[in-house]
């Protein structure tokens, strides 16, 4: 497993982490996979205070030394007030079960609360010790800075963004500006929800495992590597199962070429495979409205 800094701080984290959206089905299943990440390189695990799975992290770390695991959660947009952050991260370190939580992120923008309102709990939470790195999610390029600016002490150290193979959006801006800034991108979604396997990206999926071949890799340890290699980036597949997690892991460590870089890039334009991420789609209303974002987040996806 290669790492890489976060931010601009000498915190190591795994290129390929784990996210938790969505578990919580069949959770021996889920603990076991995260531990068996965790046992074969894997510190990052990512979760938040809206997927209810605070606990489930906490049980899969239960036995692992405290300083082996990066634990990154999110406060939610409605609790962007200052009293309501301080309570969220309260909370969400009894779920976890541990005393200071690695990073914790804004989940999304909320544009009916001042960003420094809330960025001033952020920084009180440092002091205090209750986090240790503060980072952002689905802000974009002005919202990041509106964020950085509204601190008086601490660096954000990430932007937590949807990226993939199919969902390039950030590079038109904010990638380049994030490696600039020293301010990693976790790429969220990394296998495009799940779509990577659908019917509609099965050519994609043949392509990726021709080009993997090359390097004795499956067409999934490709996509993943296509936007962690060589990037300000990591990425949090989320992974139930022992057998993905294993494969996933297998996305790091290695570096397509050139040349398989410029094919794939071909491929992508010639088929004309591309698509929005969930914040251009639904971000405008969602982060002026915070009860259809927790709707969506709860249910649509
Ligand atoms: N900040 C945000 O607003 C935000 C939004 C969305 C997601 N996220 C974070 O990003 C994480 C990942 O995103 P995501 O859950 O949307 O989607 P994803 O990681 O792109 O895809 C997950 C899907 O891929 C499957 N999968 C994983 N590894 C596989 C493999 N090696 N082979 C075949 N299938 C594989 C999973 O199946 P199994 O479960 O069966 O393994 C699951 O169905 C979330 O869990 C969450 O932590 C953050």
């Not at 695991?69 to 947009?77: C, D, G, Q, W």
């Not at 396997?197 to 890799?217: A, E, H, P, R, V």
């Amino acid at each position: 497993m290669k790492f890489k800094n976060i931010g601009n701080t000498n915190e190591k984290i795994s290129e390929i982490g784990i996210g938790t959206w969505k578990m919580g089905i069949d959770i021996n299943h889920e603990i076991n996979a995260i531990k068996l990440g965790i046992k074969n390189g894997i510190n990052f695990i990512d979760t938040a205070e809206l997927y209810g799975t605070e606990y489930l992290v906490s049980k899969s770390i239960k036995n692992i030394e405290r300083e082996n695991v990066f634990i990154a959660t999110k406060v939610s947009p409605h609790h962007f007030h200052y009293n309501d952050v301080i309570k969220a991260c309260n909370n969400s370190l009894k779920n976890l079960n541990i005393k200071q939580i690695d990073l914790y992120q804004l989940h999304w923008p909320n544009y009916n609360i001042e960003i420094s309102e809330t960025m001033k709990a952020m920084e009180k939470l440092v002091d205090d010790g209750k986090i240790r790195y503060i980072g952002v999610s689905n802000f974009t390029l002005k919202e990041l800075d509106g964020a950085q600016n509204a601190m008086k002490k601490y660096n954000i150290v990430s932007n937590q963004v949807e990226y993939n193979i199919i969902t390039r959006g950030i590079e038109k801006d904010l990638l380049k500006y994030c490696e600039k800034e020293k301010i990693t991108i976790i790429a969220y979604s990394p296998l495009a929800r799940g779509s990577l396997f659908s019917k509609k990206y099965y050519k994609l999926y043949q392509f990726l495992d021709t080009i993997g071949k090359k390097y004795k890799k499956s067409a999934t340890q490709t996509a993943l590597n296509f936007i962690i290699s060589g990037k300000n980036a990591i990425a949090i597949p989320k992974a139930s199962s022992e057998k993905h997690v294993i494969e996933n892991i297998g996305a790091s460590g290695w570096k397509l070429n050139k040349r398989d870089l410029e094919q794939i890039e071909n491929f992508l334009k010639n088929n004309k495979i591309k698509r929005n991420s969930l914040s251009d789609t639904y971000g405008p209303i969602m982060k002026r409205t915070s009860s259809i974002w927790s709707k969506l987040m709860t249910n649509k996806q």
